[in-house]
């Protein structure tokens, strides 16, 4: 079975300061595909960030970046120059294919919730 | 383009009555993804639906749950006799293709039971 583990139930960070949120997972597939997900008190999800297990090199979108450790399992997201706007819970997420079907259901961590202070 | 909708928003029952929650994904997406939502926790997978079939349905806690999408648009979650530990928040999500492509979600329906 695929698990995703996030060991931080709560982060804070200054305005403007870096944060990084950790997220550990495990499985026995090679072909994987990792998200961060936010969720804001609106409740809807919106997709940060995504890496594919294939790709050595850590995605990065603005001020979003990973850091993917395939070797130790781990897929942490680093926030820079964090702003207001940023808080909200923060979900780790994993998608394989299995026995050769289609890559499908989202498996998530617990969430972390991340409050920026001004 | 219009984003994933969801209704209603919130659904308050009676245990044991019947109840459908809709969504309708964004227009041209096949794959259909419903997850339920407790508080203070991630989603959790329920079904997924690639065109009108379900492909995976092994999230579906039991018989009382039950989902369609008869023309591979729209879907239709079912829960019959519900029971307090149905409350929580269901999601549904949709994406081009595949689930490794971005799932964008809708708002949600919150479900209570009383």
Partial sequence: AQTVTQSQPEMSVQEAETVTLSCTYDTSENNYYLFWYKQPPSRQMILVIRQEAYKQQNATENRFSVNFQKAAKSFSLKISDSQLGDTAMYFCAFTCAIGGTSYGKLTFGQGTILTVHP | ?114
């Fill in chain 2, 1 to 114: 383009g219009a984003g994933v909708s969801q209704t209603p928003s919130n659904k308050v029952t009676e245990k044991g009555k019947y109840v459908e929650l809709r969504c309708d994904p964004i227009s041209g997406h096949t794959a259909l993804y419903w997850y339920r939502q407790s508080l203070g926790q991630g989603p959790e997978f329920l079904i997924y639906f690639q065109g009108t079939g379900a492909a995976d349905d092994s999230g579906l806690p039991n018989d009382r749950f039950f989902a369609v999408r008869p023309e591979g648009s729209v879907s239709t979650l079912k829960i019959q006799r519900t029971e307090r530990g149905d409350s929580a928040v269901y999601l549904c999500a949709s994406s081009q293709g595949q689930g490794y492509n971005e799932q964008f979600f809708g708002p949600g329906t919150r479900l209570t039971v009383l």
